[in-house]
């Protein structure tokens, strides 16, 4: 069987929001799109067939964790992490970086030899270098590749946020000598920089020079204000490849995917609705619904009378309270299923509105709603 290579098209704009089509060998995505997380290969609380059904062409993975747990071995026996999650969606796979900074302990960093830390779960030394992340994430054969990057915690520092995206430039090169070439998979760059425009820009423009199959941007689910996202973005949009998907990572509300449309953004990854779901906040296009709250006891509506997809309007707020309540899995169960579907519904009618060329308005009349 010949293999489809990587490739991405532009087909329509609406002012700096633009749809595009990502073609793979596993599957096309429509852009802007948004990918379930997967963390540790599972989408939580969900069946990937209910995930398809949403409407989700792409989900995302983690090299960390599943670094450390179950281990590269043991997906590698069965085929890489498609077959070992029975998913025939495509994958993208992030390098690790975050996790570091974020879960591990003890974590150091070495120009050389990469990000040395100790497992979040047993305490066990591990050394994540460029090439090693690469090395996992094709073991994982994962259709979309992340560069190892360091993601630094939120800070004005100037002199140690330009000291971190001049490492994480030196790291995305030698990312890019070890995943070579490949036609049939992608490797995306990210850009770093923190909140200081000449060096997002800066940033940028050393990851074209080396050439990415897409960029991402980095560090912008830190702790910074959805303005002080916004403003990164608006400082790099006329300095992204146009030819190129651009990925805004581990972003976010509806409200954020919204502004980062209108700031020319093509794919986002996000916890929230999953996790969410699992805790009884649900998104609906009214806002969002604290299912737990008493008031909905009596209420026999569904959460949104609208959605016949999945037959998720069977359920009534009433019902989905009482779940809750008692802590049955099925709460968790319908909720998360719920908000993925919001996400993708969302996303759709993004795209709808791009190629009308009233994304504008949709995005007046919903940023603040959401």
Known sequence: MTLKNFDFNVIAKDGFSRCGLIKTHRGNIHTPAFMPVGTQATVKAVFINDIIKTGSEIILSNTYHLMLRPGLERIESVGGLHKFMNCPLPILTDSGGFQVMSLSKLNKIDREKGAIFKSHIDGKKFILSPEESIRVQKGLNSDIVMVMDECPKKTNDYKSIEKSMNLSTYWADRSKKAFGVNPHKALFGIVQGGLFKDLRIKSLNSLTKIGFDGYAIGGLAVG????????????????????KPRYLMGVGTPADILGAVKRGIDMFDCVLPTRSGRTGLAFTWNGRINIKNSKYQNDNNPLDANCSNLSLNKYSKNYLNHLFNTNEILASMLLTLHNINFYQELMRRIRDNIKKGTFNEFHDLYIAKL
Not at 224 to 243: A, C, G, Y
């Open 224 to 243: 910074e204000t959805q303005s002080e996202m916004f403003s990164v973005l608006d400082d790099i949009k006329n300095h992204m490849p146009e030819d």
